[in-house]
């Protein structure tokens, strides 16, 4: 999961989090062993929530230790969870924390930090008790990004990321959980998590250790879901919506089209057994609430996606395909390929590793990589993916080197860069693949890479930190040595026009689709703020896309609503009401209907027509018409092979 150190309008491109993750297999015995004097008894931490019995907004939590043997002991909720990449002090959530013995009777706990708490006397430890507050509007919730976080609508929903809810104590991280939610009666628990029993108010699940709890989150709600099969992999669709207006059995094909075609790319380097996705929509206070982000948390056999209700179908139904196919690909990394420094993660001292290139880099390349590899997008639509991060890798620091940034995300100057391991982090993965498709004569590439090192390693077998580097140049060329040398490990700003070469691509004028119907090309509006001869700020429209002249809308016009919503006042107090006519339309789609409302010549004009998909003539890359034969083939490798 990648949380983002600033708040990103809905304007900007939907950039999916992932939580870095692995898990321990779960093994059920076909019929129950004999337990003798002599068979040891693994102590179990036993957790508690309770969904039915809320006050104020708020969940009781209670967790029931194995028997202390220390004066004293530290109940930890974490600061920082895998992948993360930023302090999140999820600690702060919970109230009211109380340690108590067999009798009832209470021991005497102290807040270390917002984190972490001592309990004396903690030899008579029996219960831990507190309450937590949800993300979604607890103290300063809007911090934690949505799809990371908790949500409580009492007899609605419950989204829980657990490690905002259940903590560890010290030296127990380890230790198997078994975890019991009371719930109510209409709603069903849909999480990766295996489960002992499950019933219509209480859910009984089986965590091996503390990761365990963590790596599962839950959604309850009311049964809106699919579940099906595919080439050996059962994957599962569960969808909070609001109004009820999305339901699970409309996307399935989407999603069917989409694991099939990543699971044809992956092939042998994929051993993914089942896989949940669980959408909660919310609604447009919330997404104000958060700063218009929307995205997805990855976990290793699920991800938690949250976007807004209001979405229409086919801009939810894209959403979905582009986010969670980024989500789905970390079961190649970080799952099977992954570092000390993850394997064992420390929650409340962590030690960040120098890899974000690949965790969510070679992840992010492979997301779109595979789209035009099975036929999902065309070539036009995967070279505007690249222009687009190459222009948004540009507004980061181009002259950082990525280990060092990767190392000490969670402090600035690097946590504000974090971003650009989705832009420049993805380029750099594309041009390692370009290098090694060309020295090897075609034959192989990143991918290739990456499924050799995940049969080395595996979920279980972590690589040293320093030593991976080495491994991949072993592996392939020196050539790519001298790149992770130049462009990785250095700062060395990427000519990437000289990669584009290599593969037959250039610039020239090319029709670009646009983000949404707002802009005249993919980073600017197609209006400026201009004042008038009264000194009054106003909209004039100042470029076109092909939705908007279509309308009949023309250079010079003052722009002063949008589907029937009229502008304020244009000014800074003002921002919220004007975000409120203009977000809107990120969440339209094409069939969708609208109206602009213009001033032309003192006239006040309404342009009607529907949305459409806006393009825009561009400078952008296109297939070079010069090519030789040998620059063609490795295009054609580097795509379809």
Known sequence: ?????????????????????????VIFVGCAALRTAKTPVTPVIKANIDLVDIQDDKVQISITPP??????????????????????????????????????????????????WEILDAMKLARLTYWVNDTF????????????????EEGKTFLLNLHSMIGYFEGMIEKPYK?????????????????????????????????????????????????FDLDQIKVGLAIYSPSGTHKASAYQPAIEDMMKAQKAFLGDANDTASYDILLHLMNMENL?????????????????VVFVDDMAAGELKQSLVDVVSHEFFHTLTPLNVHSEEIHNFEYNTPVMSKHLWMYEGTTEYFANLFQINQGLIDAPDFYSRLMEKVNYAKRYDDTMSFTEMSSGIVEEPYQSNYANVYQKGALINMCLDIIIREQSGGDHGIL???????????KENPFKDDMLFDEIISMTYPEVGTFIENHIVGGTPIDYNSYFAKVGIT?????????????????????????????????????????????????????????????????????????????PSFLWDA????????????????????????SAKVNGLIDDPNADGAQVALRKSWLFE
């Open 591 to 614: 069939e969708k209907e609208i109206t602009m409302t213009v001033e032309r010549g003192g006239e006040q004009i309404v342009l009607k027509g529907k949305v459409g998909e806006p």
């Open 67 to 116: 028997a202390i043997t220390t004066p004293s002991t530290v109940f930890y909720i974490p600061q920082i969870v895998p992948g993360t990449y930023e302090y999140s002090n999820f600690g702060r959530f919970a109230e009211n924390v109380q340690a108590f013995d067999k009798k009832g009777k209470s021991l005497p706990i102290q807040a270390l930090d917002e984190n972490s």
């Open 137 to 152: 509007d607890g103290p300063n919730g809007q911090d934690i990004y949505p799809m990371g976080g908790t949500n409580f």
């Open 448 to 458: 290739w890479v990456m499924k050799n090192l995940a049969k080395k390693y595996g």
């Open 507 to 583: 610039f020239g004028d090319t029709q670009s689709v646009l983000p949404s119907i707002l802009f005249q090309d993919i980073d600017v509006p197609f209006f400026v703020p201009q004042p008038n001869a009264d000194g009054i700020i106003q909209y004039a429209v100042s470029g076109l896309n092909s939705s908007i002249e279509a309308m009949g809308a023309q250079v010079g016009d003052i722009l002063l609503g949008l589907d029937g919503k009229m502008l304020p006042e244009i000014k800074r107090e003002n921002a919220e009401e004007i975000n409120a006519v203009f977000n």
């Open 288 to 304: 104000q609430y958060f700063g218009g982000m929307m995205g997805a948390l990855e976990h290793h056999t699920s991800t938690t």
């Open 179 to 227: 975890l019991s939610i009371r719930s109510p009666r209409d709603l069903e628990a849909f999480t990766s998590l295996p489960s002992f029993s499950k019933s219509d108010s209480l859910d009984v699940f089986d965590a091996q250790r503390y990761f365990h709890i963590i790596d599962n989150p839950i959604l309850y709600a009311v049964p809106n879901a699919v579940s």
């Open 1 to 25: 999961m990648g949380y983002r150190s600033s708040n990103m309008n809905i304007m900007h491109k939907i950039i999916s989090k992932s939580l870095l993750t692995f898990s321990t297999a």
